[in-house]
């Protein structure tokens, strides 16, 4: 047996093509996976050079020249080098080894070649798989982890990465229960527990680290319930940040307390829509957001959709769903649904793009939540605060707010009148009320609110003021400090009263 015999005996009836060139490309041996796959009939193709059967029999000179630089690449280095090209509407990769001679020359090289045409489809599948996936994550708006058991997070989407990662974006705790607040973690582990063994649990409002950072916590409204997915047994919980709703709660306690939260993460409800054939996919808590009791021999549909959007706000949803599809863009729509019942609830439906791997958009899929409660609330809100302002404007009293983030200020129409004003001017600022300050009081009135805002401190004062007018008047002014849960001040509440007749 030859020395060419000893290096190529493991590779003869190896599946995959397999073949020994020295070094100017001529073929010294070839197993019969490489005869087979690129010559229709069994020839000798001992003495073939590699870089002509390409360029000439195979009508690939490009693919020749770029073969020939691999394998002088091989024989300067004597390193192993891997490519892959394409040919025939196949992919293949191939490995190149130089083969030393006891004298330490490389006169010889094997080469591996692998059809991975199948391998790379499958690749693109997967990852497919994966967009899908990753956007029916990144449609929820709200933090997403998928727990394993003892509670160690498995994955998350991209804006619980964002809220709860360090500056790399990435979750260093890998227990999930690190990033509840101590005082709530047994409380919220114990429902996890239940949640593991019943498969149900109710939504919890715990604080949460946010960005990594064990002295900041912000409130979050956590759903959770449990997946089965290959046999395995997950945990699926979506955080919603609920801080700001709970600011309102405490600087509205004055006007009455909050019926519900705005919007609770166990009212959302999955889905999953086929732009080009119409049908759809829903989860049980879609049907019930619509109202449409789910039966046998009814699926989801548009068209079924379609029926439940309130008559009065169906062209407009219609249309902004059609520009959304025609603009490739996602969705964020609010409009109201008719229930079987003949009640009316308003619903928030979100939804997300998903392409395919030619980037043809074929599906949208997102979630849907009742905003019935936070709209009532809303409506609530406003007519308590309209009552509160018309109280106020029966004696004669004007309300402000200041922002002290930018200083921006906000008041009621019967402020703009105590200055002499008709209506509300969109710059109004306290300088504007400094303006109007007289010059005697003027110094007084700017140092002492100053000193107010430095130290934070609520401040009471009397001045004189000139109206639009040239009307000298005499006024009332009160500010009140707002702060936020963490103790900054954040705004200023005030009132003001014209008292000039009440000095006379």
């Not at 729509?333 to 793009?353: A, C, F, M, N, T």
């Amino acid at each position: 047996m030859s020395k060419s015999d000893n290096d190529f005996f493991l590779f003869r009836d190896f599946s995959e093509p397999a073949f020994i060139i020295d070094a100017h490309g001529f073929i010294l041996e070839a197993n019969a996976a490489f005869i087979k796959r690129f010559f229709s009939n069994s020839v000798d193709v001992h003495g073939m050079n590699v870089y002509e059967l390409l360029s000439g029999l195979r009508h690939e000179p490009g693919l020749s020249a770029s073969r020939k630089m691999m394998v002088d690449s091989v024989i300067a280095t004597g390193k192993h080098v891997v490519f892959d090209d394409e040919s025939g509407g196949h992919v293949f990769r191939n490995n190149i080894y130089p083969i030393q001679s006891p004298e330490g020359e490389i006169s010889r090289l094997l080469v591996l070649v692998q059809d991975i045409t199948a391998q790379i489809e499958a690749e693109k599948k997967v990852r497919h798989t994966d967009g899908v996936y990753r956007a029916l994550l990144d449609a929820i708006p709200g933090s997403v982890f998928i727990l394993e058991e003892e509670c160690l997070v498995h994955s998350c989407n991209d804006c619980a990465r964002a809220i709860f990662g360090d500056r790399t974006g990435q979750i260093q705790q890998s227990d999930f229960l690190e990033l509840i607040v101590s005082d709530d973690r047994s409380r919220i582990h114990e429902k996890l527990r239940d949640l593991h063994v019943s498969g149900c649990g109710e939504a919890e409002e715990p604080r949460m680290h946010t960005h990594n950072n064990r002295h900041r916590y912000d409130w979050f409204s956590i759903n959770a319930q449990q997946a089965v997915i290959h046999d395995r047994r997950y945990n699926v919980l979506v955080c919603i940040d609920i801080t700001q709703q709970k600011n309102e709660e405490a600087r509205l306690a004055n006007y009455k307390r909050w019926l519900t939260m705005a919007v609770e993460s166990g009212n959302a409800g999955l889905w999953d829509w086929n732009v080009k054939t119409g049908e759809a996919l829903w989860s049980k808590k879609v049907w019930s957001a619509y109202g449409i009791e789910k039966a046998e021999g009814k699926f989801p549909s548009f068209q079924l959709w379609e029926h439940s959007v309130h008559p009065d706000d169906r062209d407009m949803v219609v249309g902004a769903l059609s520009e959304a599809v025609d603009m490739l863009a996602d969705l964020n729509i609010e409009y109201r649904v008719i229930h079987q019942d003949g009640s009316v609830h308003w619903v928030l439906v979100i939804g997300k793009p998903v392409f395919r791997i030619e980037g043809e958009v074929h599906r949208y899929c997102g979630i849907v939540i009742d905003i019935t409660d936070q709209k009532e609330l809303e409506e609530d809100i406003a007519l308590t605060r309209e009552l509160v302002y018309a109280a106020l404007e029966k004696f004669n009293i004007g309300w402000f707010h200041v922002n002290l983030k930018d200083f921006s200020a906000m008041r009621t129409l019967e402020h703009a009148k105590i200055f002499g004003y008709d209506s509300l001017d969109p710059n109004w600022s306290f300088d504007s009320f400094i303006e109007h300050v007289v010059d005697e009081d003027r110094e007084r009135v700017r140092k002492n609110v100053m000193e107010s805002i430095r130290n934070h401190k609520d401040y009471v004062l009397q001045c004189h003021i000139m109206k639009t007018n040239g009307e000298k008047r005499r006024i009332w002014v009160s500010g009140s400090f707002q702060y936020d849960d963490k103790g900054n001040a954040t705004h200023i509440l005030g009132m003001v009263q014209d008292i000039t007749d009440r000095m006379c």
